[in-house]
């Protein structure tokens, strides 16, 4: 069994910053693949970032290249995402997702075995 527990959500400016982590825990996840969807009202869920717990190569959609950053921390089992110069349009529910190695770098939430509950982030204009 496999727990993700998204925080750090919430409401800011545009041009500001928020700090996402996803807490794991239950059986191990280091040959695993963490990534972050999210979705907003209306729309799919969109992939935003991944890494790699086994080498820790990162991916990214194209939309959010040089404004967020993802990384890990394997001794606390935690996966962060980094929000800087935050736009309207990344106003969505957050998701952390574990998909298995061999999906390192997809893009589909399918490949995605395990989920939190998500978590809202909201920029205003």
């Known amino acids: 069994q496999v727990q993700l527990v998204e925080s750090g959500g919430g409401l800011v400016q545009a041009g500001g910053s928020l700090r996402l982590s996803c807490a794991t825990s239950?059986?191990?996840?280091?040959?695993?693949?963490m990534g972050w969807f999210r979705q907003a009202p209306g729309e799919e869920r969109e992939f935003v970032a991944a890494?790699?717990?086994?080498?820790?190569?990162?991916y990214y959609t194209d939309s959010v290249k040089g404004r967020f950053t993802i990384s890990s921390d394997n001794a606390k089992k935690t996966v962060l995402l980094q929000m800087n110069s935050l736009k309207p349009e990344d106003t969505a529910v957050y998701y952390c997702?574990?998909?298995?190695?061999?999906?390192?770098?997809?893009?589909?939430?399918?490949?995605?075995?395990?989920w939190g509950q998500g978590t809202q982030v909201t920029v205003s204009s």
């Open positions: 997702a574990a998909a298995p190695d061999y999906y390192s770098g997809s893009y589909y939430h399918g490949h995605y075995e395990f």
């Open positions: 239950g059986r191990s996840l280091s040959s695993y693949t």
């Open positions: 890494i790699s717990w086994t080498d820790g190569r990162t």
